[in-house]
């Protein structure tokens, strides 16, 4: 299941990249390439938004569907993570203390000069 979902996030993730890439600025309408700039809109020349500009809104809600999924999934305690090398553990292993420091041995007596 988390392998299926990440595999849908890589997915819809460059889906909405090449989709904002493909729409022009507010000057340039991409319909104009395609012969109209009625081609673009799914209903009609009085349609409310573009076919690409709900393509891209149904892509960023699935993309951020699957980001609070995945968070969720590989955040809980003893779930796998993509990165296992970089886990850090919930607990750090408990060290014992020493009771005393070790006893350093008596300085020698300073040697007179006669």
């Known amino acids: 299941m988390d392998m299926l979902l990440l595999i849908l996030h890589v997915f819809v993730c460059l889906a909405l990249v090449g989709i904002v890439l493909i729409q ?3 000057g340039a309408e ?3 390439t395609f012969g109209a700039g009625a ?3 799914i209903f009609g020349a009085t349609g409310s938004q573009s076919f690409l500009a709900k393509m891209t809104t149904g892509a960023a809600i699935i993309f951020m569907l699957t980001s609070m999924a995945l968070a969720v999934f590989w955040g809980r305690p003893g779930g796998s993570s993509v990165m296992p090398e970089q886990v850090v ?3 750090p292993p408990a060290q014992s203390m020493p009771t ?3 006893a350093l041995p008596p ?3 300073p040697l007179e000069n006669k």
């Open 24 to 26: 022009g600025g507010k």
């Open 30 to 32: 991409i319909g104009a």
């Open 39 to 41: 081609s673009q809109t």
């Open 89 to 91: 553990p919930s607990t």
């Open 100 to 102: 005393a420091p070790p």
């Open 107 to 109: 300085a020698p007596a």
